[in-house]
């Protein structure tokens, strides 16, 4: 019994908790601003995690990407890209990452 215990207790230590799909931030310097689409910034960054339609009739797209064990390390990565209502790219609006040691 004890060895379940123990074992369980350094499963909760060592486990990890991820949010979003992961991405590269810096692929995001491929993109062009008036040339590229959201099809490239999809193909280059992977699915959307939010979406939000702007009065004027842009789409500000958003990936974000977030893990932490229960040890408090992690990392994250945050990106939002702004398009006209083409699709073609604006520019980026944000992009940060994080990383907790």
Known sequence: ?????????????CACVTVGNKFDPAKADQ??????????????LGPI???TNMPDGTK???WQYSRGTAVGTGSGAH?????DTQGRMVR?????TTKVH
């Open 31 to 44: 993109l062009t601003p008036g040339t590229s689409t959201i099809a490239d910034a999809t193909r280059l």
């Open 92 to 96: 980026i609006a944000h992009r940060s």
């Open 1 to 13: 019994m004890r060895r379940f215990a123990i074992a369980g207790a350094l499963a909760l230590l």
């Open 79 to 83: 990106m939002a890209i702004l398009f």
């Open 60 to 62: 500000l797209l958003q």
């Open 49 to 51: 995690s939010a979406e």
